[in-house]
C-alpha cells in the first residue's frame, strides 16, 4: 500500500486538543511529529474532529470534508460521546445497536475514499470528573466504554478485511 499523503482525523474533543495546553492533542502531537521527520515523506494531517462529535456527527460531513482535503488515509476516534447518557443509566446519546449500525455506514463510505482506515481504540475516563460532567447533565462510564471499545472492535473484524485497532 502506498503511503498517504492527506490523512483525515474525524473525532470528538479527545481528537480535537480539548484540555491538552501542552500540544494541543494527539492529532496535534502526532502532526509535530511528522512535520520533524526529515526526508523526501511529507503527509498533511487535518484534524477534522469536533468537540461533542458522535458517530452520527462523523456521517454528516466526513465524506465531503476527505474529499476536499484529497485524503488518502482516515483516522476514526469515535464512540466516547456515543457511549455517554444523559439524565439516566441506558439514555445513550448514540444506542448500541445504531452505533454499530453508523460505523459500518462510516466504513462503507470510507472504502469509496481509500482502502487506508485506522479506527482508535477508547480509552477509560476519570468517572469522579464524569459521572456527571460538571458542565452538563452527561455522564461517561468506563464499563460503557468498554462496551463501545468491543463494539468497535468486532465491526471492524467482521467488515474490514484488515483493520487496525489503535491503541494509544
Given at each position: 500500500m502506498p503511503k498517504p499523503k492527506s490523512i483525515c482525523v474525524f473525532g470528538?474533543?479527545?481528537?480535537?486538543?480539548?484540555?491538552?495546553?501542552?500540544?494541543?492533542?494527539?492529532?496535534?502531537r502526532l502532526w509535530f511529529h511528522v512535520a520533524q521527520r526529515n526526508g523526501d515523506y511529507y503527509v498533511e494531517i487535518y484534524n477534522c474532529s469536533v468537540s461533542g462529535g458522535t458517530t452520527e456527527t462523523i456521517l454528516e460531513r466526513?465524506?465531503?470534508?476527505?474529499?476536499?482535503?484529497?485524503?488518502?488515509?482516515?483516522?476514526?476516534?469515535?464512540?466516547?460521546?456515543?457511549?455517554?447518557?444523559?439524565?439516566?443509566?441506558?439514555?445513550?446519546?448514540?444506542?448500541?445497536?445504531?452505533?454499530?449500525?453508523?460505523?459500518?455506514?462510516?466504513?462503507?463510505?470510507?472504502?469509496e475514499i481509500t482502502d487506508n482506515i485506522i479506527f482508535m481504540d477508547l480509552k477509560n475516563c476519570d468517572e469522579s470528573k464524569t459521572m456527571p460532567v460538571s458542565w452538563i447533565d452527561i455522564y461517561y462510564t468506563n464499563e460503557n466504554i468498554k462496551k463501545y471499545s468491543e463494539i468497535i472492535q468486532e465491526v471492524c473484524n467482521k467488515i474490514m478485511s484488515y483493520f487496525w485497532i489503535w491503541n494509544y
Open positions: 470528538d474533543s479527545t481528537a480535537w486538543g480539548a484540555w491538552d495546553l501542552e500540544k494541543g492533542g494527539w492529532v496535534n466526513f465524506e465531503n470534508e476527505a474529499k476536499i482535503r484529497n485524503a488518502d488515509a482516515l483516522i476514526f476516534q469515535t464512540g466516547g460521546n456515543d457511549a455517554s447518557y444523559e439524565n439516566k443509566p441506558g439514555n445513550y446519546l448514540v444506542a448500541p445497536e445504531k452505533f454499530k449500525e453508523n460505523l459500518k455506514e462510516i466504513i462503507k463510505r470510507s472504502k
